[in-house]
């Protein structure tokens, strides 16, 4: 019975195309990937700035493996809260401008333990349509009422709120740089529906943090906004290189998720090496401009490019660069050609975008060279026209 339950959902998406596999790499988050002996040109990796394999951060890590050992051996709430958490908190909690910041495993994690403890029954959440997965997972742990409004529409978000029945907490609930579109949320929008509806924000900086703003600080900063009604929440796993995830606003609420958040009480702590090398990613934020200054220059070229070839790019304003094609096949078969040229781009497919908006998806780094970029566009000029995209 089970067997069969896992071939017909296995063939369902093999017909579909939609079918998912793991493929190992013999390399870590570069330009370029080794797959199965092959290097490829690489444009898949959320390791923005280069950080993942800085020296900077590799000496953090391996000095703090030799002061610490490798595991936390217990949760933070018995005995894994290494002193190095209040450091890399203090250090958060000021490049988001509030009081307090909390780290957690993981950026999923953050998002499931803090959304499902502080909303409560009956609680109205409002949610961009096309928010992470891990927010909507969040929510899903919680006994809130869910409204889910169309992708940064501020007339629907707006009427959902005034229809709001009074004594009904609300909270609003969106990516600050969407992960699959790489638009921007219209933040200054909604925290003015915000102030006028008496709601809070929840707003995921996973791809924003270390990427926008002067001093990559993220969307707030983008904005040159600040406002008490917005819960910070990031990772330490995109930009910066790392992993782990983070929420930052004020005190109080810092020490409600630390008493409330599951995923953050029953589980063990990180490993010391991870916290010390995210440390090291924040220095190096502040310390070498440089490298977002590349980042957006090789987004700049490569936004201008893939646009004046044709290609629909969803609006995009980040090393986030969507080329939309439609069908799941059509991208499937458009990554394969790339693939076969010597690139690496990810097709991604429902249930990641709704259906029929499959898509290329191009992540930019730092450390692209102006030849890999031009090397990419050529290829998808000739390949586009190949498949009769463009
Ligand atoms: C990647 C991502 C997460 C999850 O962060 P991890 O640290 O990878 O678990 C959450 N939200 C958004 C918008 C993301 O893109």
Not at 24 to 44: M, S, Y
Not at 356 to 385: D, N, Y
Request: some cysteine; overall charge positive.
């Amino acid at each position: 019975m089970w067997q069969t339950q896992f071939l017909e959902t296995i063939n369902h998406l093999k017909d579909h195309n939609l079918l998912r596999t793991l493929t190992p790499l013999d390399n870590g988050a570069d330009t370029t990937v080794t797959i199965e002996g092959k290097k490829l040109l690489a444009f898949c990796s959320n390791n923005y700035l280069g950080f993942a394999n800085h020296p900077k951060l590799k000496a953090a890590a391996i000095k703090a493996i030799q002061m610490f050992g490798v595991g936390a051996g217990a949760s933070r709430l018995i005995s894994g809260n290494s002193r190095l958490y209040e450091t890399l908190e203090e250090k958060i909690a000021h490049i988001k401008s509030c009081e307090k910041a909390l780290v957690f495993n993981s950026g999923y994690t953050a998002n499931i333990g803090v959304l499902s403890a502080l909303i409560q029954k009956d609680d109205l959440v409002l949610c961009d349509r096309l928010n992470h997965a891990s927010l909507m997972e969040g929510i899903k742990l919680s006994d809130g009422s869910l409204r889910v409004y169309r992708h940064k529409d501020m007339h629907q978000l707006k009427s959902l709120l005034a229809r709001r029945t009074v004594n009904r907490k609300a909270i609003i609930v969106t990516d600050g740089i969407f992960s699959m579109d790489g638009d921007i949320a219209p933040l200054p929008e909604i925290v003015a529906l915000a102030e006028q509806y008496d709601a809070m924000i929840y707003l995921d900086d996973a791809h924003a943090t270390g990427v926008l703003g002067a001093n990559g600080n993220g969307t707030c900063e983008h904005f040159n906004l600040h406002s008490d009604r917005i819960i910070q929440m990031g990772t330490l796993s995109k930009a910066l290189g790392c992993f782990g995830g983070f929420v930052a606003g004020s005190p109080l609420l810092i020490s409600y998720v630390v008493n409330k958040a599951r995923s953050l009480i029953y589980t063990t702590a990180l490993p010391p090496s991870v916290l010390a090398s995210a440390l090291a990613a924040f220095k190096l934020i502040e310390e070498e401009p440089m490298h977002r200054k590349r980042l957006w220059d090789n987004t700049t070229s490569v936004h201008k490019s893939v646009t004046a070839l044709g290609y629909n790019t969803c609006d995009s304003k980040t090393p986030i660069v969507p080329i939309l094609v439609g069908e799941a096949d059509c991208a499937i078969a458009f990554s394969k050609r790339l693939m076969q040229a010597g690139i690496y781009v990810p097709a991604v497919r429902p249930p990641t975008v709704p259906k029929g908006q499959s898509r290329l998806r191009i992540t930019l780094m730092a450390t692209h060279t102006q030849e890999q970029i031009a090397f990419l566009i050529c290829k998808l000029k000739e390949i586009g026209k190949a498949l009769g995209i463009l």
